[in-house]
Nanobody, 120 residues
Framework: LQVVESGGGLVQPGGSLRLSCAVS????????IGWLRQTPGKELEGVSC???????KYADSVAGRFTISRDKAVNTVYLQMNSLKPEDTAVYFC???????????????WGQGTQVTVSS
């Protein structure tokens, strides 16, 4: 299985970015896909997750600003990030969890990460 993120970059505060997560193999109702982020010196933080049935979950810190979605036709999950803040700066990871429920832990397959920097 391959999980490949893309779409990171440098953006000004208040700006937007869309991250993509391409997952090899078809989506299954028994898997969930999550976005997690990490900054130096901090623990890994769950950002958003989508289950095989389409149920979504967001961290309080991003709710109302970030939107997770998926396109089954191209096996890709997206994270639309709006109203970005400097504290959103992190390496963002996409990961697959072999469960039909969302969680911030116990992910099985990880991408390499993509850097998001929010700065003026």
């Amino acid at each position: 299985l391959q999980v490949v993120e893309s779409g990171g970059g440098l953006v000004q505060p208040g700006g937007s970015l869309r991250l993509s997560c391409a997952v090899s193999g078809p989506f299954s109702d028994y898997y969930s896909i999550g976005w997690l982020r990490q900054t130096p010196g901090k623990e890994l933080e769950g950002v958003s997750c989508i289950t095989g049935s389409g149920t979504t979950k967001y961290a309080d810190s991003v709710a109302g600003r970030f939107t997770i979605s998926r396109d089954k036709a191209v096996n890709t999950v997206y994270l639309q990030m709006n109203s970005l803040k400097p504290e959103d700066t992190a390496v963002y990871f996409c990961a697959r969890r072999r469960s039909f429920l969302c969680s911030w832990t116990d992910y099985n397959d990880w991408g390499q990460g993509t850097q998001v920097t929010v700065s003026s």
